[in-house]
Every structure is written in C-alpha cells, then in structure tokens.
C-alpha cells in the first residue's frame, strides 16, 4: 500500500483559522499514514475560504507540530473545491513524477474525490479518516452522503468541460 504521496484533501476552517474536528481528523490520519511509512512526502489541498489563512497552511502546521519535517509537506493553497484539489494536486504530482496516492478524506468524500484523480491518471486509494460515521450526528451524516451524489454529478459535468477545454488548447 505505499504510495509516491499521501495528500490531504482540505475542509473548512473555522473563520478564526483554527480547524474544524473533520479537518484536524484528517491531518492525524495523514500523519500517522507518514510515521508509518506509507509515503515520504505530503501534500496538503486547500485554499482560503472563509478565513484569511488557507486550510493548506493550517494543515502544514498540525502536521509540523507533530513532527512531520516541513521538507516532506507541499502545500496547494489555491484549491476551493475538490475538483480544484485534483487538478493542482496532479499537477505537483507530474512535476515531481509520483504516479501513486493516497488520499485522505472523509468516507462520504472519498468516491468522488477518487474518480477524479483516476480520471486525470493517477493511481490512488482512499483512507477515510472517520471510519464510518465516527462521532458524526446521524443526521449530519445523512446530509454529506446525500449531498455528494449532485456534487459527483457536477464533477462529471466539470470534467466534461474540461477535457474539452484542454482539447481546444492543444489543437490550436
């Protein structure tokens, strides 16, 4: 189960740029997943979105804080969405040419979040960092599950559009 990289797909921090639990979750599992020796290096994906500091950094210092060497952590400060944490992160993957990943997120995330690397090429598998529903209220639970199917539906129609786009670049 070795992989080039694990990344570590960001989640909203709150507005006074501390992490939420979900996101502090996932970078323990992220590090966890390093000191064992899973992979050498670290991505962390997230851009600012309702604070001024970008989950990416908020992340990268978690993961400092528990001893992962800032050399090993790369940071995409620039992705809002998911698709967007795909498509940088395949781009630091191509420049340093890592071919395999692992992602983690949340369960309810991972299938879509999956997809797309594997559409851009990318062997991946997901670690969730909830096992299941975790400490989630049922409800709470319910909502991100059933949001995901629009959003994976949105991300097929983003990617549509973008492989167009990119087909239009390359022929002209």
């Known amino acids: 189960m070795n992989a080039d990289v694990i990344i570590v797909l960001g989640a909203k921090i709150m507005p006074s740029g501390r ?4 996101l502090y979750n996932r970078v323990i599992k992220s590090v966890s997943l390093y000191n064992l020796g899973y992979a050498k290096h ?3 994906a997230g851009g600012i979105a309702q ?3 970008s989950e990416a950094k ?3 210092s978690i993961a400092v804080e528990y001893g992962v060497p800032e050399n090993s952590i790369i940071t995409d400060e620039l992705s809002l969405n998911t698709f967007e944490n795909a498509v940088n992160s395949v781009d630091i ?11 983690v997120s949340d369960s309810y995330h991972l299938t879509r979040a999956i997809l797309l690397f594997r ?3 990318k062997s991946v598998i997901g670690m969730s960092q909830d096992e299941g529903r975790g400490n989630i209220n049922k409800w709470v639970w319910c909502y991100y599950h059933l949001k995901e199917t629009p959003a994976t539906l949105w991300c097929i129609i983003k990617l549509l559009f ?4 990119n087909l239009i670049n390359r022929a002209f």
């Open 19 to 22: 992490p939420t639990q979900q």
């Open 42 to 44: 670290i991505i962390m």
């Open 51 to 53: 604070s001024l500091t």
């Open 58 to 60: 908020v992340m990268k």
């Open 93 to 103: 993957m191509n420049t340093h040419k890592w071919n395999s990943a692992i992602l």
């Open 119 to 121: 559409v851009f090429g």
């Open 162 to 165: 973008y492989n167009i786009e």
